[in-house]
């Protein structure tokens, strides 16, 4: 799985206009996390817990123009099926960005 914390100041690809689901902004509200920290993870190539096949392929969708995928552990919450995570999902035209529980996909 990758789990680096690329310090790149400058973000990577734009974002679009920015959407999240009801169960992705309860999770976070619950865990008292903001979803601007996940968002700046994403566009600046931390792709959080993908594994490094799916973190290889985020990298060519940067310059490929493809759809990007990270995933965020936001704690130990399993009351909704999602074990606490939250992805975000970058379209592949970058008109639009979603933060989303793996369920709601």
């Keep these: 799985m990758s789990d680096s914390r690329q ?6 690809f734009p974002l679009g206009r920015v959407y999240a689901t009801p169960g ?4 976070l509200e619950r865990s008292n996390q903001s979803p601007h920290t996940l ?14 096949d799916d ?9 490929r123009g493809n759809r990007i995928v990270s995933s965020y552990s936001i704690g130990l919450d399993a009351s909704n099926g ?6 975000v999902i970058t379209e592949a035209d970058r008109s639009a ?5 793996p369920g709601e996909y």
């Design 97 to 101: 960005t979603t933060l989303l529980l």
């Design 24 to 27: 992705a902004l309860e999770l």
């Design 82 to 87: 999602d074990g606490g995570l939250i992805w």
């Design 55 to 63: 973190a290889a392929a985020n990298e060519q969708a940067v310059r």
């Design 39 to 52: 968002l700046s993870r994403h566009v600046r190539g931390d792709w959080g817990l993908v594994h490094p």
């Design 7 to 12: 310090g790149n100041a400058r973000p990577k």
